[in-house]
Every structure is written in C-alpha cells, then in structure tokens.
C-alpha cells in the first residue's frame, strides 16, 4: 500500500483544480499548478483570496478578523466538498 504524504495529496487536488480550471473555462488563458499554489497559499495565510484594501484589515479586531477568517473558510470547504461530490 502507498501512502501519501500531505504535500502528495495537496499536489493531487492542485492538479485537479487546473482541470477542473482548463474544463471549466476555457476561453480563459491557462492556469497552472504554480498559480493554483499561490491561491491556495493566500488562502491559508489569510483565510481568503480576494483583494482588500490595507485599511480595511486594520479597522477590524482580531475577534472580527478571525470571524471572517473562519466563515469563508467553511464557505470554501463547502463548495469544494459540492464540486467533488459533483
């Protein structure tokens, strides 16, 4: 039996993610599996990936923050569970 490390299994779902990218999409110009690590990397870093303005951050507490950190993670996981059962 292989086992399979997390780095493995990450590079695995980054792979399907440029497929599911390039099936999805594609009118747009190809991604790889380099950008979709970058994404993934601002995701767990900052529990998103969109743009913010550096002043937003700062407003908020660090209760706030996490909050939002923790509700577009689940928001995330939910849709990629939804993709992969589909």
């Not at 380099?34 to 767990?44: A, L, P």
């Not at 951050?57 to 849709?79: A, F, M, P, T, V």
Request: glycine letters at 2%.
């Amino acid at each position: 039996m292989v086992y399979l490390t997390e780095m493995h299994k990450i590079t695995i779902l980054q792979m399907i993610v440029v497929r599911l990218f390039h099936e999805k999409y594609p009118e747009l110009p190809p991604i790889s599996q380099s950008t979709v690590s970058k994404i993934e990397k601002q995701f767990r870093e900052r529990g998103h990936v969109r743009q913010l303005k550096k002043n937003h951050l700062n407003k908020l507490s660090d209760d706030q923050k996490l909050d939002e950190c923790l509700c577009l993670k689940k928001i995330h996981i939910r849709r990629v569970v939804k993709q992969i059962q589909h």
